[in-house]
Each structure stands twice: as structure tokens, then as C-alpha cells.
């Protein structure tokens, strides 16, 4: 199971705004030991959107980005505060990925993992929903490209793919059949605040 098929998010926010142009703020930070193979990447994104419009009937929230682009989602019946929302009031969306590579120490005995949990503001709240799943796999050396700096892994489910590896990672003290252990954390907070 991929890691990006644990996340199932109960907003439908989320899918119109993955297909869309919005404005949004990002930041990236990244922690490596020089010389130490692997490390930990976490990115950042929000998105930040004012309520301009509302059908109850319909469930139809209408929204304003910053830079004045308009857009239109169905709250489902799992927003159960949507009575809470009011013209004016303010979309903030929050999603944090992070992932963690790092090589597995002798002997070391790793195994496929995920978690997932959600939670949901409590009843006569302002909505908001706050999502997080957590995917750990294992994979094997099968090539290194000492030439291209490329090392090609092979993952549980027999799919193989070539990454680059940084230029202060030896590659002469590597060697087929070592294992990388990846975990990948993703967290998506939705609310809606007032101005």
C-alpha cells in the first residue's frame, strides 16, 4: 500500500483544491549529516481562503483566495458544524510532509508499517478537521551507479526506482544488499477561523 493511499480526507476542500491554481505559502527545511547517507526533508504548504458566499440548502461554501481567485466546494455530511460557518469567515488549510530516509544498522529488523488517525472539532464549533497518517517501508540496494551518484532500491512490492545520492556520501562504503528504512508523516489541518 502506498503511503499517499492511507490519507482519506472528509472535506471535499481538499480535493478541489489540489486541482487548483490558489495562492499558496511554502517552506522546506532539510537536516543531513554530512557524509551520512539519507536524512529528514519536511515541507510546509497553507493555503488561506475567505468565506464570501454560503448555500445551506446545498451545502456550497464559496471562497476568495488572496490573490481574488474564486472557488466553490460541498461541505459533506461529516462537516457537522457547518451550520458555524459565516460570510467572512476564514479557510486556513495546513499541510506538513515529512520524510525520513535513513540506512538500516546490521542485523537491524525492519518491517511495513502505517497508521492513520483523524479528528474532527466537536459539535457547535467553527468546522475544522485535522488529518494524519504515518507509512514506513523498507527498501533493498540493488545497483549503485558510482559514476551517475545513483543508487537504485527496490521496494517491497518488487517496483524498483534509481534516486541520486548527495556528492558528500561515499559510495565506496556502500554496497548491494544494504537496506534504507523511509518513513513518510503527512498532516493536513482544515479549519475555519473567524476574521
Known sequence: MKFHQLLI???AITALVSCTTLKTESTTSAKIKQGVPGGEVVQT???????T??????????LVDPEGQKFTVTAG?????FQQIRIGDQLKMTLTEEIVV??????????EAAAAAVGL???G???GVITAATYQTTATVTAIDQHNRKATLRFADGTSKKFPVRKD????????????LIRATEVLAIRIEKP
Open 169 to 180: 556520501v561515499d559510495l565506496t562504503k556502500r554496497k548491494v544488499g544494504e537496506k534504507v
Open 102 to 111: 535513513r540506512m538500516a544498522k546490521p542485523g537491524e529488523k525492519a518491517h
Open 53 to 62: 458566499g454560503l448555500d445551506a440548502a446545498k451545502r456550497k461554501i464559496t
Open 9 to 11: 480526507l472528509p472535506v
Open 121 to 123: 472539532a466537536p459539535v
Open 45 to 51: 504548504t497553507t493555503i488561506r481562503a475567505t468565506v
Open 77 to 81: 455530511p461529516e462537516v457537522v458544524n
Open 125 to 127: 464549533a467553527k468546522p
